[in-house]
């Protein structure tokens, strides 16, 4: 989320992102010489795209949307970017890859220690995105995940990262290796929470792991949850402003990354109901959160929207809000989606 920044990661980290750095600026990341993924590609993909040609893509910053079982499109002239917290969608996919819940489980149990302790209270006097933790505390890795991806705990993906890896920098140095497998050729991650501007990628890339994350049940509840509640925080909300609308995902904010939003939520095409899935980056300007995060609400509602025609909604009457009468549901439309909250059962 927004507030300063300040270096966290350790001098193997530091070697391990030079080194990807050096790789990745002699692959196909920046083709053209100024960052930007080649036009080519995307008009080949989007060919073979029944949607493509209609979706209203962002104004500003950029968007990836995925629509049933077709190939996803993205937006034109794609760069890396900064993505705030998207960060920790592939924290919580690493951790699930190597600690798979299912079921009633809760999985590993971490006990905070007192250093993290202490970074959490740096954290917040930095006004950085935290959850409050204290030394001592346990917390099962389902808790850990909820505290990653609800309130989006940037001192949880740190605790996580040294978890699942042994130490950050490891972590760190799995999260590029994983990127490069799933085949996100213009990401690179310096930070397991995003919280570093030089974690970078792009909304085609963040679409490709936040999708593979999705197969996990586990991280589609948790990503569909309003709030959670945590030994020490107490009860925290989850910042998606269309959570109640039935787009479950995850938010990134802060002023170098604007608003970033990615998203499920299921829609009615032609009949037949379809997950939509999608990911906006660099929506809003400035620092404050709740208004780069509606930025990022209306861009990627307007994602969905261009691609769900309008449907008739039932004939049963509805109140008119405005003067207490009654209306004919007939002459009302809009796309239609689930039910606030409904996650879908395989995206």
């Known amino acids: 989320m927004s507030g300063p920044r300040r270096g966290r990661v350790s001098l193997g980290a530091v070697v391990a992102v030079l080194l990807l750095a050096a790789a990745f600026a002699t692959t196909r990341a920046f083709p053209d010489g ?135 920098s490891r972590f760190l140095a799995e999260m590029n290796a994983e990127a490069r497998a799933l085949g996100m050729d213009h990401t690179i991650y310096t930070d397991p929470s995003g919280f570093d501007p030089s974690t970078m990628s792009t909304a085609g890339d963040q679409l490709r792991v936040f999708q593979h994350a999705t197969r996990f049940p586990v991280f589609r509840r948790i990503v569909s949850m309003a709030s959670v509640t945590l030994p020490v925080a107490g009860t925290l909300s989850n910042f998606d402003p269309l959570i109640a609308a039935g787009y479950a995902g995850k938010t990134g904010s802060d002023s170098a990354a604007g608003g970033c939003l990615a998203f499920f939520t299921q829609v009615t095409v032609g009949g037949r109901s379809q997950t939509a899935s999608g990911v906006v980056l660099g929506q809003g300007q400035g620092s404050d959160t709740s208004a780069l995060l509606a930025s990022a609400a209306a861009a990627a509602e307007q994602l969905v929207n261009s691609v769900a025609p309008a449907l008739t909604v039932g004939a049963s009457p509805t109140p008119d809000t405005t003067d207490g009468r009654r209306r004919d549901a007939r002459s009302h439309r809009r796309p239609l989606l689930l039910a606030p909250g409904r996650a879908p059962a395989q995206p």
Do not use: C
């Open 34 to 168: 100024k960052g930007h993924v080649p036009n080519d590609e995307g008009r080949i993909l989007n060919k073979h795209r029944t949607y493509g040609s209609s979706v209203a893509w962002p104004q500003q910053g950029q968007g990836a949307l995925a629509l049933g079982n077709e190939l996803p499109a993205a937006s034109p002239q794609e760069q890396p970017v900064p993505i705030a917290s998207l960060a920790k969608v592939m924290t919580a996919y690493l951790t699930l890859e190597r600690y798979p819940l299912s079921g009633p489980q809760d999985g590993f149990t971490l006990t905070v220690s007192p250093a993290e302790a202490q970074a959490d209270a740096a954290d917040a006097a930095q006004d950085q995105s935290d959850v409050a933790v204290q030394a001592g505390e346990q917390l099962t890795e389902l808790q850990l995940l909820e505290a990653l991806l609800v309130p989006s705990g940037n001192n949880i993906a740190r605790m996580l990262a040294s978890r699942v890896a042994g130490t950050e």
